[in-house]
């Protein structure tokens, strides 16, 4: 077979997946009030899995006849992923991963809401015995970080303020996991982190902070959907967002017990989850403009850093309801 013929194959090949993908995120539900389920992309902490264990979005839904399906991740990005490629329906997400996914060729990513800024719920963090003192001292040494997650942009963020760039230290791209195991061995010097990784890592590996994210970054969490999805569903994401806020006010209200309710489905000390959780601001709304500024901000970094394949307008990807 020619090249050309290959390469022509493969597109024909591509363009059946693509279709593929189109059409199994709304052809289940065509001309529907109500789809027949909604899948929602949580990771192992925060108002998502607390919802998930009270069982109440179920029940709302029940009369309607959709059926809740939970989807677990360990960060942001492959779960942006997973709702890019229609695999789920919702998501919650740290502040820079729904950049790098609208960034994507053929994404359909919208922002549905946020969470308060909580910039203390992310930390550089050290092992305790370091000689690092300052963000500064990082240059020319290996940190940890997920790639494309809230803490990646934290990272440079506080390497420009303290007068560095990426290029001034060692990248070692991790997941959070193994991030903590490479600072515990001593492989890296340092982990951008968010909590509850980072309330544990202190709590556990006695760790310290060089820099919290206050007076560097925002530290939003967003709540993002499909175009297609949100236009369809609006009712659906008004029903999803209303548990969110009565499960954001129980745990605002009652922090241990939200921790010892977490730690019984996460199996994560309720100390660290309750640490965790007093750091961290509540109440989900649609984007203000000085939000939508932000994550302008975001993407305009990353684009200047060539860590985004392209120029993106954020005001583009905020869902406006119809009538609201």
Do not use: C
């Amino acid at each position: 077979m020619s090249k050309k013929r290959f390469f022509t194959a493969i597109q024909s090949l591509m363009a059946v997946a693509a279709m593929a993908t189109a059409l199994s995120g709304t052809a289940y539900a065509a001309g529907e009030a109500w789809p027949k389920e909604i899948t929602l992309g949580y990771q192992k902490y925060g108002p998502l899995i607390i919802l998930k264990s009270t069982g109440e979005l179920e029940k709302r839904l029940q009369e309607h006849g959709v059926t809740v399906n939970w989807a677990e991740f360990q960060f942001g990005p492959p779960m942006l992923e997973a709702l890019n490629a229609g695999s789920l329906d919702f998501a919650i997400t740290g502040e820079t991963p729904p950049v790098a996914a609208q960034a994507s060729k053929g994404s359909s990513i919208v922002y549905i809401a946020n969470e308060p800024a909580s910039p203390q719920g992310e930390g550089i963090v050290v092992k305790a015995d370091s000689e690092l003192k300052t963000v500064a001292d990082l240059k020319g040494r290996k940190v940890a970080v997920a790639k494309g997650s809230n803490a990646h942009f934290f990272l440079i963020q506080a390497l420009a303020k303290a007068g560095l760039t990426l290029d001034d230290i060692s990248v070692a791209y991790l997941a959070p996991a193994d991030a903590r195991a490479a600072l515990e061995r001593g492989d890296v010097a340092a982990w951008s982190i968010w909590d509850y990784f980072y309330a544990a890592a202190e709590i556990q590996l006695g760790v310290r902070a060089l820099t919290t994210g206050e007076g560097i970054v925002n530290n939003y969490a967003f709540y993002t959907s499909r175009r297609d999805f949100a236009e369809q569903y609006p009712a659906l994401l008004d029903v999803v967002l209303d548990e969110v806020r009565k499960t954001d006010q129980w745990i605002k209200d009652n922090p241990a017990e939200a921790s010892q309710k977490l730690a019984t489905h996460v199996g994560i000390d309720a100390k660290i989850l309750e640490r965790a959780l007093r750091r961290s601001n509540y109440g989900p709304e649609p984007l203000k403009p000085e939000v939508t500024a932000a994550q302008q901000t975001i993407a305009d970094t990353l684009l200047a850093v060539k860590l985004l394949p392209n120029q993106i307008k954020v005001q583009d990807a905020v869902w406006q309801p119809q009538g609201k």
